[in-house]
């Protein structure tokens, strides 16, 4: 059973235009959301991350949405780039002290056309 | 250089030949995770461990041991591998810092089993 849902599987945007990559989750229990993103042949890279305190967090370009009561969050990423052209993970879990497990979604894949 | 670091990158192997991965990162992080990475399906965690000699399940632990003897080596162990364990595998090492936990991925190893 996936814990974090992931939406679209793939994605093509148009330089400059507005990613979006959506995540849904079931527990409540949760409270870090990071997304990560990977390039070919590499392993993946935490991007940014939020916690459920806050409603939107935003670096640079990269912007996470966050609504706790329809358990969904999403990736924004502005101006989107040919560079930003990878594969998007989003995660879930419960901040360390009560262990260190994480949920990935299934992964997006993301074109930007030049 | 901060890194994480997996040997080896490449591995065909045939089914019940005991394998091992080895992962150490020279960061002094405490916590350490393995994934494997399947298409579709995303990262799923294997094993984690909170620090040296504390090691728990992730979510598709079977077929997998781990040990933590020295908190930079977090080897991934197949006692008897099969076919269904063919995949691509990361290593993680992380910390926390201003209730950000940050992770740091391996470059991968891509194991066949025949």
């Known amino acids: 059973q996936q814990q974090v849902k992931q939406s679209p599987q793939s994605l093509i945007v148009q330089k400059g235009g507005i990613s979006i990559i959506n995540c849904a989750y079931e527990?409540?229990?949760?409270?870090?959301f990071p997304w990560y993103q990977q390039f070919p042949g590499k392993g993946p890279a935490l991007l940014i991350a939020?916690?459920?305190?806050?409603s939107e967090k935003k670096e640079g370009r990269f912007t996470i949405s966050f609504n706790k009561s329809a358990k969904q969050f999403s990736l924004h990423i502005m101006d989107s780039q040919p560079g930003d052209s990878a594969t998007y993970f989003c995660?879930?879990?419960?901040?360390?002290?009560?262990?260190?497990?994480?949920?990935f979604g299934t992964g997006t894949s993301l074109t930007v056309i030049p | 250089e901060a890194q994480v670091t997996q040997n080896p990158r490449y591995l065909i192997t045939v089914t019940g030949k005991k394998l091992t991965v080895t992962c150490s990162q020279n960061?002094?992080?405490?916590?350490m995770s393995w994934y494997r990475q399947d298409p579709g399906l995303g990262l799923r965690q294997i094993y984690y461990?909170?620090?040296?000699?504390?090691?728990d399940k992730g979510d598709v632990p079977e077929g997998y041991k781990v040990s933590r003897k020295e908190k930079r080596n977090f080897p991934l162990i197949l006692e008897s591998p099969s076919p269904n364990q063919t995949s691509l595998y990361f290593c993680?090492?992380?910390?926390?810092?201003?209730?950000?936990?940050?992770?740091?991925f391996g470059p991968g190893t891509r194991l066949l089993v025949l």
């Open positions: 993680a090492s992380s910390f926390i810092s201003s209730g950000r936990e940050t992770q740091y």
């Open positions: 527990n409540t229990a949760f409270d870090y």
């Open positions: 939020i916690r459920p305190d806050v």
């Open positions: 995660a879930a879990s419960i901040m360390p002290n009560t262990g260190n497990q994480f949920y």
């Open positions: 960061m002094n992080h405490e916590y």
């Open positions: 461990s909170m620090n040296v000699e504390v090691t």
